[in-house]
């Protein structure tokens, strides 16, 4: 079963507006933690940004932010005011913390910012 | 520079070689992974160690054999190259609770 959806392949956003990409989980440990990684045309991964699943509060970092509903186990990666170099494939990850502790990731986002 | 380095960057081989990649980290994690990432860009692990300890061993073929010599260090090595090992290959490292930290990739193309 997948673990992580992310179901929108494409999306595109304008330079200066806010983002969100979608993604929902599916796990039955408690105790799990969410991650967003961005991989930019060059290829390398680059991470974004943490949410445990006890935290109470939404993650941020900068410009990012996670928009964490645990009871619709969905933990959305929002962008605001999108830059040209935010154009990149946008991964949702979740590690589980009992059993095999590796990152299962999202099929990903494709983000185009437009000038 | 702290990171966690692959080499090589590049791999264009022919069908039914063998090649290794190499993979370092200098930043004290205790855990190291591989990772492929297919033409569609999905990303699945194929093995994990910790402090030299194989811990996740994906359906992987036996031709892919990692190695750890020690913690700092995880090698892939693969046997018998097929077309469908093409692929860009991440290594990364981590501690217990902390995010993931790749390597740049290695992307093999097998002809």
């Known amino acids: 079963a997948q673990k992580i959806t992310q179901t929108q392949p494409g999306m595109f956003v304008q330079e200066k507006e806010a983002v969100t990409l979608d993604c929902t989980y599916d796990?039955?440990?408690?105790?799990?933690?969410l991650f967003w990684y961005k991989q930019p045309s060059s290829g390398e991964m680059i991470f974004l940004i943490y949410?445990?699943?006890?935290?109470?509060q939404n993650a941020t970092e900068g410009r990012y932010s996670l928009n964490f509903q645990k009871a619709r186990k969905s933990a959305n990666l929002v962008i605001s005011a999108s830059q040209l170099g935010d154009s990149a494939m946008y991964f949702c990850?979740?590690?589980?913390?009992?059993?095999?502790?590796?990152?299962?990731f999202g099929s990903g986002t494709r983000l185009q910012v437009q000038p | 520079d702290t990171a966690v380095s692959q080499t090589p960057k590049y791999l264009v081989t022919q069908m039914g070689n063998d090649k290794s990649i190499k993979c370092e980290q200098n930043l004290g994690h205790d855990t190291m992974y591989w990772y492929k990432q297919d033409s569609k860009k999905f990303l699945k692990i194929m093995f994990s160690y910790n402090n030299k300890e194989l811990i996740i061993n994906e359906t992987v073929p036996n031709r892919f054999s990692p190695k750890s010599p020690d913690k700092a260090h995880l090698n892939l090595h693969i046997n018998s190259l097929e077309l469908g090992d093409s692929a860009v290959y991440f290594c990364?490292?981590?501690?217990?609770?902390?995010?993931?930290?790749f390597g740049n990739g290695t992307r093999l193309t097998v002809t």
């Open positions: 949410q445990g699943s006890y935290d109470q």
């Open positions: 990850a979740m590690r589980e913390d009992t059993g095999r502790r590796a990152l299962t």
């Open positions: 990364a490292s981590s501690l217990v609770e902390s995010p993931l930290h």
């Open positions: 796990t039955s440990d408690p105790s799990y933690g």
